[in-house]
């Protein structure tokens, strides 16, 4: 069992930064793979961004490549999502999820290989 908090979300403008983080509680957070996805008004949560549970294969949305940095931190329990040049279509609830149960190198990018999932934090970008 794992227990994941985000933080860092909040309003900004557009072609602005922010850096989300996410807490995840449990003595195994190390050999989880770890995604971000968000989830607009009216809208089907989506994937954003994944990293293997050594850290060492990313995965990205076309819409943020190049925009957004997923990273982690084993050692502290904690993930990360910078996020730069943000867009108003950057607008959503962002949430932390966890997948158990995979290689050291594979990143997970559906919704349906995640068991565990955060509340979720706020991201707003005005235009």
């Known amino acids: 069992q794992v227990q994941l908090v985000e933080s860092g979300g909040g309003l900004v403008q557009a072609g602005g930064s922010l850096r989300l983080s996410c807490a995840a509680s449990?003595?195994?957070?190390?050999?989880?793979?770890m995604g971000w996805f968000r989830q607009a008004p009216g809208k089907e949560r989506e994937f954003v961004a994944a990293i293997s549970w050594s850290g060492g294969r990313t995965a990205y949305a076309d819409s943020v490549k190049g925009r957004f940095t997923i990273s982690r931190d084993n050692a502290k329990n904690m993930v990360y999502l910078q996020m730069n040049s943000l867009k108003p279509e950057d607008k959503a609830v962002y949430y932390c999820?966890?997948?158990?149960?995979?290689?050291?190198?594979?990143?997970?990018?559906?919704?349906?290989?995640?068991?565990?999932w955060g509340q979720g934090t706020q991201v707003t970008v005005s235009s």
């Open positions: 449990g003595r195994t957070f190390r050999t989880y793979a």
């Open positions: 999820a966890a997948a158990p149960g995979f290689s050291s190198i594979v990143v997970v990018t559906t919704k349906t290989g995640y068991d565990y």
